[in-house]
């Protein structure tokens, strides 16, 4: 029985979890290596940086890793065998990204600021299609990876 606070982030499937936690290791163990080598760069006054800028990298870089490393994976779809399923889940993906957004939008408007000038509304409206465009990129090519493999495997 695995209780570590991660648990309740991962899915119940052995497989998916494992290979999550795999990336994951991956990006920490690459975080390290790359933060020695910026270490010894800045000790050598071969290179300088802005604390802020490490910082949203060190937390940005575990992140973003793992979703790459997931969505080429090819797991994420395991149910895809036909191109009836493979519609089906990709007009799901579409309203899934199109609920996503609105959410967000609502959440940032509510949360964050209501913008006040039709900048800000274009700001937030850009934001928007951008977080869209995000999800449904990252969905669409998640299931396509896991069509072809399991097109392989039927």
Known sequence: MNTGFLT????E??????????????????????HTILLILQKSNLFSFNN???????????????LIRYTISGIEYTYVFTKNDYQKTRKKIIFSSIKF????????ITLIDLPDSNSGWFNLAGMAIFIFLFFNLFNIISLKISFIKNQKIQ
């Not at 802020?52 to 793992?66: D, G, R």
């Not at 957004?101 to 940032?108: D, G, P």
Request: glycine fraction near 0%; avoid cysteine.
């Open 8 to 11: 309740i982030f991962l899915p």
């Open 52 to 66: 802020s800028v490490l910082l949203f990298l060190s937390i940005m870089f575990p992140i973003i890793y793992t």
């Open 101 to 108: 957004t609105i959410l967000f939008s609502v959440l940032w």
């Open 13 to 34: 499937d052995e497989y998916k979890k494992e290979k999550i936690l795999t990336y994951m290791a991956e990006s920490t163990f690459l975080l390290i290596i790359s």
